[in-house]
């Protein structure tokens, strides 16, 4: 049974500041991750997905990393922002079937 | 082109009432999938819709949830009576049947709908 662990549960960093996010997955046996932002009260915005046959993705100041044989994804945010204050997901497709296992996400509060 | 949406964005019933939430996936998507997360968890999977017949309903929590997707198109999910732990925020994510070209198989999410249960 596939389990997604977001590590740490929460972090406030200053204004300015890189920071990375982590994630784990139990089963290697996946079709790609995603990385999603939840601001409060709203719905879920994708950032970031990675194929299973990709190591990273880049996006503006995020880049997302995968390595799929230890189960590990990194989420690194450069020079981060107080508009960059959310929760992040991560989150990880199958290949036995189409659902999505979510963590249990990441409260990133910035500071300014 | 518009994304998936979902109607109402917050409903607040009391317990034993019933309450209809629905789904407009994006047009041509023939997968749907509903999702939810209730206070202090991860989102969790409910169902998957494939047109207008159920892939997979492992994740529905109890008889009291009936998901439905008449004519392939837009999805309604009906909880009867309502309990407490029922409240929470219900996603909906939508995605083509076969991967399109760099995207794989990406679902793509509502902005949900939060359910208070009182």
């Known amino acids: 049974k596939q389990e997604v662990t977001q590590i740490p549960a929460a972090l406030s960093v200053p204004e300015g500041e890189n920071l990375v996010l982590n994630c784990s997955f139990t089963?290697?046996?996946?079709?790609?991750l995603q990385w999603f932002r939840q601001d409060p009260g709203k719905g879920l915005t994708s950032l970031l997905l990675i194929q299973s046959s990709q190591r990273e993705q880049t996006s503006g100041r995020l880049n997302a990393s995968l390595d799929k044989s230890s189960g590990r994804s990194t989420l690194y945010i450069a020079a981060s922002q107080p508009g960059d204050s959310a929760t992040y997901l991560c989150?990880?497709?199958?290949?036995?079937?189409?659902?999505?296992?979510f963590g249990k996400g990441t409260r990133l509060h910035i500071l300014p | 082109e518009a994304g998936v949406t979902q109607f109402p964005s917050h409903s607040v019933i009391e317990k034993g009432q019933t309450v209809t939430l629905r789904c407009d996936p994006i047009s041509g998507h023939d997968n749907l999938y509903w999702y939810r997360r209730v206070m202090g968890k991860e989102i969790k999977f409910l169902l998957h819709?494939?047109?207008?017949?159920?892939?997979?309903e492992s994740g529905m929590p109890n008889n009291r949830f009936l998901a439905e997707r008449t004519g392939g198109t837009y999805s309604t999910l009906k909880v009867q009576p309502a309990e407490l732990e029922d409240s929470g925020v219900y996603f909906c994510?939508?995605?083509?049947?076969?991967?399109?070209?760099?995207?794989?198989?990406?679902?793509?999410f509502g902005p949900g709908t939060r359910l208070t249960v009182l």
């Open positions: 089963d290697s046996a996946i079709y790609n």
């Open positions: 819709f494939v047109k207008e017949s159920k892939q997979d």
């Open positions: 994510a939508s995605s083509p049947l076969t991967p399109t070209s760099g995207g794989g198989n990406e679902q793509f």
């Open positions: 989150a990880v497709q199958g290949w036995r079937d189409d659902k999505i296992i």
